[in-house]
């Protein structure tokens, strides 16, 4: 380790990622003039294919339905955001925060969790789909940009802040970062705070584009607390206040209510717990990152409403049947004929076939297919079945 390298950790508190005792990369490097291994980590990440295709990839709604809505990539640079003034006010790593939050949806399926669930049960008879794994599998294997290594070759706390959860069977699989799992221990407290982050954006930026998109009114939001309370004060402050900026008001005081609540519970629960350092932090019982148990309670009350008169309204629900169809269609296709693949993806099925037989080509085209942009699968459906 460096003294240029030791500069890094300057100013954060003992209980944070420190990269003077990072558990380093799966293939060692020589460490980066200018930069900590965890900038390094996160210039990887932005500089990927697939954080490029986020941009196309749905968040809650199909992509070309409007250019306003939220997308993958918009998302996680909201969640990164809102992650990293919590780092910051806790003393812990920012350009690792910012890492995880930008990769951590790197894995997901075009047209969002309606084209995870499609995956998973087309992968059913071979270990099945989860983004969480995939987003891990792209950072490890299936990136092609560097002479030395497959993947990004990320260090440890960032491939941990990306595994957010695992069964045992995969865990026993994925080796040392797999094994908090079967050990029951926790992650670092910079991944514990981009799960809470990326709860945090989707929760409050899903009412904005569900007010957008008209599948949800102002006074129907007014059931949950959390957006009562808010708009409340907004409306009687400013009473002729335009009904875009209203909504926007009081999205941004949701999102700084939730967040001044998790920066203070959690100190509280840093002040009770006293960890040393990150082993300490990683053998506690439960996350130190949390909400109060009030504000938690209005997180759920607001997640709860948005399930039901967001993500199942019967608009976002015909899309969803779309989607599903679309990549059914498209990975069984590929799986009964991987000619049907570009070349490069088809040779890879073929390898992994003649390794690992029928679950190896099933995963070569999952990945194919989980790769894909909305518009992409589109273009690839009207392709094969024209």
């Not at 910051?88 to 969790?113: K, Q, V, W």
């Not at 794994?133 to 290594?149: I, P």
């Amino acid at each position: 380790m460096s003294h240029r390298q030791g500069l890094h950790d300057d100013g954060l508190a003992p209980y944070a990622a420190l990269e003077a005792t990072s558990r380093g990369r799966r293939h060692p490097e020589p460490a980066a003039g200018y930069r900590g291994e965890f900038q390094r980590d996160r210039d990887r990440i932005v500089h990927s294919n697939a954080f490029r295709r986020l941009v196309y990839k749905t968040q809650v709604f199909v992509n070309h339905e409007g250019d306003l809505f939220r997308t993958r990539l918009t998302h996680s640079l909201e969640v990164a955001q809102i992650a990293r003034t919590v780092a910051r006010a806790l003393g812990l790593s920012e350009p690792l925060t910012e890492a995880i939050c930008l990769a951590h949806d790197l894995g997901h399926t075009p047209f969002g969790h309606a084209g995870q669930d499609a995956l998973n049960e087309c992968m059913r008879d071979f270990g099945g789909f989860e983004h969480n794994l995939q987003s891990l599998r792209v950072v490890d294997e299936l990136e092609e940009r560097y002479a030395e290594f497959p993947g990004l070759n990320l260090t440890f706390e960032s491939r941990e802040g990306i595994l957010k959860h695992c069964s045992a069977a995969n865990a026993r699989r994925l080796g040392d970062v797999g094994r908090r799992f079967l050990e029951r221990r926790q992650p670092g407290l910079e991944a514990q705070l981009a799960n809470v982050a990326d709860a945090i954006a989707y929760n409050n930026h899903d009412v904005d584009d569900g007010i957008r998109a008209g599948l949800v009114s102002v006074d129907t939001l007014a059931q949950v607390t959390l957006f009562r309370r808010h708009h409340d004060a907004v409306h009687s402050a400013y009473p002729d206040i335009p009904s875009r900026k209203l909504v926007h008001e009081t999205i941004r005081r949701m999102i700084n209510d939730v967040v001044t609540d998790l920066i203070e519970e959690t100190r509280r629960r840093l002040a009770a717990a006293g960890p040393d350092d990150i082993d300490a932090v990683r053998a506690q019982v439960g996350p130190l990152v949390a909400f109060s148990d009030g504000k938690h309670e209005e997180h759920l009350e607001l997640k709860r409403f948005l399930r039901r008169h967001v993500y199942e309204h019967e608009r976002v629900q015909g899309m969803r049947e779309g989607a599903v169809r679309t990549l059914k269609d498209l990975y069984g296709a590929f799986f009964d004929d991987v000619a049907l693949m570009p070349a490069e993806h088809r040779d890879i099925a073929l390898r992994l076939e003649s390794e690992q037989g029928p679950a190896g080509r099933a995963r070569a085209v999952a990945d194919y297919v989980a790769g894909m942009t909305d518009r992409y699968a589109f273009q690839e459906h009207q392709r094969v079945f024209r």
